[in-house]
């Protein structure tokens, strides 16, 4: 069952996503590179496996969501991905460059699950480095909007503290000092997946109707997103997209309990669309061809 789903996703990625939920989950041990001011995943421990569990969309667990599997090692019907895990407090980047498979062999990528975690892309559209970053050690603020809106800066400002990958800039602009603000970023942060991270929404009294099931039988409502890459066969250049996840946990008529998953489709983020940009305060540029990045 799983072999229908993957060919399905790698057929029409877009428009699997228009119909199923998502979250990949991965098997652990990773091995990451200790940086000064971050992690690195290491050149030969980028790719990793991914399979889909179409089995999973019908257990009380996971209802209406497709779990995707991600090994460390190769098994039956696993295909390769750019894999990007995540750490409390941390920057981790990964560059979408393989040292183990022909880059053209590796057409996808996925990073852990987002409740809150920021995730920032830069550099050329055929190896762009893709960063997972939390900030969930920094609680600066008396109240929970006061908290999210300054994780999400810390992130952006621990960031700015990652040393630029010289092959994201044109030679001729490498003397210059701003061209991280000016040319590479794009940010994915917790308020554009989690529609309640800064503000309340009535999205899930809008599903809770729509899903029939009584407010009275719902325990937990939860915001989180899933971020996930395609490489263009044609091209070599990577696109990028998130899903908006939304879950309702409530008991059924027998007193069991559900996890009802929602979600958003795909939306497109990187390269930029006209609506995320990482350094709002900066001017925006007309970008020299060499670096692949759109801006608005």
Excluded at 104 to 114: E, L, Q, S
Excluded at 226 to 250: C, E, H, P, S
Aim: hydrophobic share 35%; net charge positive; glycine share 8%.
């Amino acid at each position: 069952m799983s072999k229908r789903y993957n060919q399905a996703f790698l057929s029409d990625p877009l428009g699997f996503c228009r119909a199923h939920r998502l979250i990949a989950d991965a098997d652990g041990g990773h091995v990451l590179k200790v940086k000064n001011t971050y992690k690195s995943v290491p050149s030969d421990g980028r790719v990793w496996f991914w399979n889909i569990k179409e089995e999973a969309e019908s257990s009380p667990e996971n209802r209406g969501l497709c779990k995707i599997d991600i090994a460390s090692s190769q098994k039956k019907d696993y295909h390769p991905c750019f894999w990007l895990p995540w750490e409390a407090g941390t920057i981790i980047k990964c560059t979408l460059k393989s040292k183990v498979l022909d880059d053209d062999d590796v057409r996808v990528f996925f990073t852990a699950p987002v409740d809150g975690c920021s995730i920032l892309i830069e550099g050329p559209r055929e190896t762009p480095s893709v960063y997972h970053a939390n900030a969930v050690d920094h609680t600066v603020g008396t109240d929970s909007y006061t908290q999210r809106r300054n994780r999400t800066a810390k992130i952006e400002q621990r960031w700015q503290n990652v040393p630029l990958p010289k092959r994201a800039i044109p030679k001729h602009l490498q003397s210059k000092t701003k061209y991280r603000n000016q040319f590479t970023g794009r940010a994915l942060h917790g308020h554009h997946y989690m529609k309640n991270y800064l503000a309340p929404t009535d999205e899930p009294d809008k599903l809770l109707k729509e899903s029939k099931i009584p407010k009275n039988k719902v325990l937990i409502r939860k915001y989180m997103g899933t971020v996930f890459g395609f490489k263009d066969a044609n091209t070599g250049y990577w696109t990028f997209y998130y899903q908006r996840l939304f879950f309702i946990y409530y008991t059924n008529l027998t007193g069991q309990g559900v996890k009802q998953w929602f979600g958003s489709g795909a939306i497109k983020f990187w390269p930029g669309n006209g609506t995320l940009v990482l350094h709002k305060q900066s001017p925006i540029y007309n970008v020299d061809p060499e670096l692949g990045i759109e801006m608005m």
